[in-house]
């Protein structure tokens, strides 16, 4: 009876133990599946808040190549709502650094911003950081040294109507007073009288005494007023020319004369002289503008550059009343233009936060990456950068990521 008592208690014990030894391996599983648990879920809160952290820096990148809002864009309220936008039970802690503009041997330029998160996984706060690189090109417009050299038609044919709207359209030109030197050659068979190449109020008074003081007569040659332009050109050194012959009529010796002079004397020099002009190498350009019964052919036949010769470009025709409008379109193409510029295609271009549309603020020459900026309602780009008032910037490509930790 007592071994019997004795064996039931042993088998008691045994299955205390073996109950306590259940107990305590299911504590520690318990405990196992709890540290993967929390870490797993670390590890899904650290793989979730690194794609937001690049989701919302790339969309950063990305607003400010299509607005170049930096302000706005590179701020932490910007980038808080992108993340509530993807997930809006987190709660964000973002920063953005604008590191400035970073250029190389060839002032090929980029920005770059320094965004981070700063949130807490579960096992206390942590900062992650990367970098966004947007490609940034910055014109301070500021118009070249350049001289336009006027070759005003005073043959007999030019009088009346006609020779009132040139004198009165040369007239606007110089009371504009625009940061251009200039000069003017009066011409019919021959060379009446020139000024020479400058600006400011002396310069003013001359060549206004000049259109005032001179009347139409005679024949009509243009390879006299065309030497006088090359003559004036050779002793001075501006960056760039531009020749305006403004005639009526057809040359008496005939347009191969005249052909032959330009193409010998301005469409054979460098072709880089008119894609970087300088004072050392300038770009010699020759528009015309033909008023109404003029040679047509003649006078397209001259026009253009080394590089581009589209009459298109750099020939008008018109009527007598339309020629003051014609003599501001070509200044604007003169005066309203940047390049070449680094940026390609799919260009953004600005002028400060203002969004400028191709085609209408702006046309791009890709051939030779050439921006040419016009007057249209509501910037009117042409008359902020005659008037030094503005900015552009040109961004284009996409944002680039670079990951720091």
């Not at 109507?161 to 359209?169: A, P």
Request: some cysteine.
């Amino acid at each position: 009876m007592a071994r019997d008592t004795l064996s039931i208690s042993k088998r008691k014990r045994h299955k205390g133990f073996a109950a306590l030894f259940v107990v305590m391996l299911a504590a520690a599983l318990g405990i196992i599946s709890y540290i993967v648990i929390s870490y797993g879920r670390i590890s899904l809160n650290v793989t979730e808040e690194k794609q937001l952290l690049d989701t919302c820096s790339i969309a950063a990148g990305q607003s400010i190549i299509f607005t170049n809002d930096i302000d706005n864009i590179c701020n932490p309220t910007y980038l808080n709502r992108c993340v509530g936008l993807i997930n809006e039970d987190l709660q964000p802690n973002y920063q953005c650094q604008d590191l400035g503009l970073e250029c190389n041997i060839d002032n090929e330029c980029e920005r770059r911003f320094l965004i981070s998160s700063t949130y807490d996984p579960g096992r206390g706060e942590v900062t992650k950081t990367v970098d966004i690189v947007v490609n940034e090109e910055e014109h301070d417009v500021e118009i070249i040294d350049a001289a336009v050299i006027m070759l005003l038609d005073f043959s007999g044919s030019m009088g009346g109507n006609r020779i009132v709207q040139l004198k009165d359209t040369v007239r606007q030109f110089i009371d504009a007073e625009y940061n251009l030197s200039y000069s003017v050659i009066l011409y019919n068979s021959d060379i009446i009288i020139s000024s020479s190449i400058g600006k400011g109020p002396l310069h003013r008074q001359t060549v206004n005494n000049i259109i005032d003081t001179n009347n139409p007569s005679g024949g009509t040659n243009f390879v006299k007023p065309l030497e006088e332009a090359m003559q004036q050109i050779s002793q001075t050194n501006h960056e760039a020319y531009y020749i305006m012959l403004i005639s009526d009529g057809s040359p008496n010796e005939g347009s191969g004369p005249s052909q032959s002079f330009v193409q010998n004397n301005i469409m054979n020099i460098d072709d880089n002289n008119c894609i970087y002009s300088t004072s050392q190498n300038p770009c010699i350009s020759v528009y015309t503008l033909g008023v109404d019964n003029a040679n047509v052919n003649a006078l397209a036949s001259l026009s253009g550059n080394t590089i581009n010769n589209n009459p298109d470009e750099y020939s008008y025709i018109v009527n007598a009343n339309q020629v003051a409008a014609a003599f501001s379109a070509i200044i604007e193409e003169i005066m309203c233009r940047i390049g070449p510029v680094l940026g390609n295609e799919n260009l953004h271009v600005f002028n400060g936060l203002d969004v400028l549309e191709e085609n209408i603020d702006y046309v791009f020459d890709d051939q030779y990456s050439i921006l040419k900026f016009y007057d249209e309602e509501p910037f009117n780009v042409c008359t902020q950068m005659l008037n030094s008032n503005a900015t552009i910037t040109l961004r284009w490509g996409s944002p680039k990521l670079y990951v720091n930790d």
